[in-house]
């Protein structure tokens, strides 16, 4: 695949300093990029790079200094931007499957759409009425009565739960499980544990990607929903009842307990955890490993578990480092108020 | 599924205030009820939602302010446990799964017990014994010789490797794995890590649920022992050699390294961690995101990590926030001692 | 497996005290041990069970105080290097699959190594390259494109996307998940993610194991690489364009998110994070738990969350429980010193 850097520019509405004529093989990480390459620079702390990559040309903010005339500069606006958007030009994932495998198993209650793609050893449950274009990778399995919208794809050795409804445009990637039971138990007077029957679903709407081996339960009663545009990174764990809702983010490890409401926009960080029976507003971010076992109902950046506001965290953890001071001037002080005492009593 | 609201009287032992003829179309959640279902209050915190409810009938303690007259209440002594005991008397999970299919492969050496029921792709490998009435949904492999007890559910894309041994009335999520390689190594002088061959096996006793995406290793040598009555929830480790006594609990994301050993009716919450070779106590609760790499012999809840008794760590936790006014004390404090001394001198 | 003592002395270099013609007929640990085994004092706080162990013989150190003359010693040098050289030398672990199963699904432009195994529903796609010995357990699909070298083993469930490259003698244990696309997405003026396509590849170089329910995931651009002789614990998360350089370990529950660089013979211990785009030095030991979201390029041991040297860690640890006791301090300080103010006043 390889394209004029001309052509990018245009793409991308940018202004070549150097070579206009130059074409570009490959698209590359400024460290690992070869002559014929075009890179960019993501981060501050890549600039270190600039002096040594090997690409034939870069993307640059405008005032980029252009310290090297052995490379050709594209002048964007944001960098990051322009190449993520050269990236969606010419590249399309390939996600290859078509067609209907004879060793997919289909129930004759089933309803398939158009054009979808069924691998080997899918099984299809009865009631389940699959969208056009969808496409569902070999081993995963589907059971009863599940609602999949129309292109999405679902990959490999997942496992959909009896119910669950999932809208368009949704991925689901390798290993993932939707609409298991979720951890509902009553306790009697011996300590023994006694499951509650689970008799939710779980409802993904449209737009939504989830990674792979993430966990989300159904609702004991109910539904368990994820809304529109949320997207959910690898080894997530959604409990019963809860709600995400739109174009929020859930990184990779993070956790949230049962009944637990997200708001618009949030974004929690890898490793992050969130309580049963609580609720983050719009707008709520929490850092990574950050943890609340209490409401958040104020937008912004959240750190630390138990998480604090982000500036009071970060002051907090100031003072913390300078405890070993703070102990020191405390015993100074002791002993200069004793000596102060003794002279007093002196005089 | 409908009922009378008389008969769900009858069975949690309530006193209908209100119209005793209505019938019961379903249960919810208060703010999801629609007119014709019953629902309860959870928490206190659900109480926001009385006033708005659209539920026909609503489980209460005897001492409710019954504040509305177009909703019929039903008093209990613990709305909880009736409407738990409800979803279990009205409500059959369906796990739906009968015969075995003729897309399993059942390896002529397996035993297979009465009425047990085996999905597609299901492999069962020499040496397996399976109990009476047991499912092991599509797409499940279990190697070989190991035995699974009457009425348990292994669900969907399972992993099971030879030699476990899975007691009666088990639950095992999909996507599991049970009985892996335990991560065991010997480092030699050049740094390079040498597997130690993991040659014990996996025992879960009878009444054990665990959850989806779980990873329980294999011993090294012996067994890894999941006892009676324990509930493990989604994405948990249990590394090798691990005991986890009768009715524990270990909730999302929690983990256990190798050789520890877990008292009874403890409570390991979400994103807590239990270092290598030590022990709990019976009656421990980690609270969640908590972490000890120190034994604890005491029952009672800890919090934070490395944890604390709860009690303490509040306290501390309490300083803690306090830290900008303590330094900002100190500074003063030093000020006037400064001043003190000045004074004291010119004296 | 029986074997004599005498002969076990000569391969771990031993010393019998006691009987030295006895035969072993198992491994066992100290206190699960039964007569005829061989046992081993693996930690010190594993002596209390010296007294009680029914162990036919024991492996201990030199200086071990032999206080029982009804067992028999077998002094080494080392008896937990023993005592994984006698596993070593008479347990092969079984891993048991040989053949081409008829029910496996190997695609006519694949190609497969000499004596490599393959179960049943496995899919091997278009244009992947499997060396020889490779066994491939059951369910397990592969994609277009991957290669993976001679001795490797990739156990049951297991999904490995399109274009992965995995060297030799790797294990991969079940279920886990090799190339899903990396978390990368633009976000519009509306808030609304786009996804970024992930094009880049994991390489996974020689000698790697990689434990259950992992997520590696493909690079944006370029490749995720795990380098020759790492070991990964089960539920770990590698994001998008990760480096982790030779023979480090990444335990149970840890995550390392997108572009950053572990080092060389470094330990991320249990549920241990560190965030994007940074770097660990080589000999850099995360313990459990610990957070950073700065680079670390000082070798050495780091605790906590924000992640600090563990000597400093330790000593602010102190520090902090004893924050009780500095506030009452300073509350004393106030009193003395507004005393000495009135005293010196009335002067």
Redesign the interface.
Known sequence: MKFKLADAANIVDGNIIGDKNITISS???IE?AQPGDLTFLY?D?YKKFFTSTKASAILVKHDFIKSRDDITYLEVESPN?AF?KL??HY????Y?LSGIDT?A?IHPDAVVGDNAAL???V?LSAGCRIGSNVKI???T?I??NVEIGDNSII?????I??GSRIGKNV?I?????IG??G?G??IDEN?????????GIVIIEDDV?I?????I?RA???ATVIKR?V?I???V?I?H?VIINE?S?V???A?I?GSSKIGK?CYLL??A?V?G?IELADNVIM???A?T?KSIMKEGSYF???A?EIKEAF???A??????N??E??NQ??K??KE??E??DR?
């Open positions: 698209l590359a990480k690992d981060l702390s931007k993520s990236i969606k590249f399309k994932p390939e290859k060793a198993f691998g080997k050893n099984v990778f070999h081993n399995v059971l009863e990959f490999q050795n997942v496992s739960r009896e991925i990637h390798a290993n993932s499980v298991s039971d951890f138990y009553d300590k023994v544990f006694h499951k509650i029957p689970q008799i990607e990674g792979s081996n993430v966990s339960d004991s009663i109910g545009g997207k990174d690898n080894l764990q409990a009842n174009d983010i990184a990779s490890q956790g307990a926009n890898g490793q955890g309580a029976h850092h990574p490993q943890g076992g630390g578990s138990p604090k002051k907090l953890e003072h913390y480092r300078n405890l070993g703070y102990a001037r405390i002080l002791e200069l108020v102060l005492q002279k007093l005089k």
